[in-house]
């Protein structure tokens, strides 16, 4: 099978991830905007939290070092935290001293030049867990949450990251009420096309701030518009890949 031909932006987070492929969802309107320019992969994984999210992170930057003519991964973004702060004892939790540990870990992965998964190239964006409505999730606590948001804040912060800072974004959008949180979050913890709005509008305008250059309006089409290939008459060659960025 032939790689794939477009670089990519990877999503890679907890179930809040995993379900953005849905209607509205940041998978799903990232995709739409940049169709032709660049691939959306969503390596979201429902119920993780940090510390199961490492050994995920370096098979998959592995296998990009491993295979020949593999995609670059253009931009990643690391969005975990609703997980890490379920309450003990569930299984999930990731006490918040080693959740931002594992946030820097995954950044360290993908940042440093002695790790095996360096990639130079990857711009990454850190997202804060949004807030959480306990009057809908009896299993989460929203003080917990918003502490692992803080954490992440202040990871991003130590690592000179941009952060969506999803949560607060969410929480004023709220009008700072706990129970009009059920607009944005359609069971308690999980968002809802209203939500997933506010985290797309968040990363676009890192993109647009500090990663201008991957902004899809400054990205031509790997394959030229068919006003282009109109003309080729022929000429395959002009109906090859081309570069990405302009």
């Known amino acids: ?17 995993q379900y953005g ?7 799903q309107r990232l995709a739409e905007n940049y169709v032709r320019k660049l691939d959306v992969l969503n390596r979201g ?32 973004t690391i969005w975990f935290g609703a997980n890490d702060a379920a309450p003990p004892p569930s299984v999930q939790h990731v006490p918040k001293d080693e959740y931002t540990l594992n946030l820097k870990h995954l950044v360290s992965m993908i940042r440093s030049p002695t790790s ?12 804060t867990p949004p807030p959480v409505n306990s009057h809908q999730r009896s299993d989460r606590d929203f003080d917990i949450t918003k502490s692992y948001a803080e954490a ?3 990871t991003g912060s130590a ?45 676009m ?9 991957i902004h899809y309006d400054n990205l031509q089409m790997v394959f030229p518009p068919w006003e282009e290939a109109s003309k080729a008459q022929g000429d395959d060659a002009k109906l090859t890949k081309r570069k990405t960025f302009v």
């Open 116 to 127: 095996p998964y360096y990639s130079p190239h990857t711009r990454i964006i850190l997202i």
């Open 45 to 76: 994984l429902s119920g993780y939290q940090t510390q199961w999210a490492i050994p995920v992170l370096e098979q998959i930057f592995a296998m990009q070092h491993e295979q020949l003519h593999v995609p670059k991964v253009q931009l990643l």
């Open 1 to 17: 099978m032939a790689a794939n031909v477009q670089d990519v932006i990877m999503l890679f987070g907890d179930s809040i991830t």
């Open 205 to 213: 305008k890192i993109i647009v701030e500090k990663y201008p250059e």
């Open 152 to 154: 992440a804040r202040e």
């Open 159 to 203: 690592l000179h990251l941009p952060v969506a800072d999803v949560w607060t974004e969410i929480w004023e959008a709220s009008g700072k009420d706990e129970k009009a949180l059920a607009t944005y979050l359609h069971d308690g913890l999980h968002l809802s096309a209203a939500g997933y709005e506010i985290v797309y509008n968040s990363v």
């Open 21 to 27: 492929w849905g209607p509205g969802g940041l998978a």
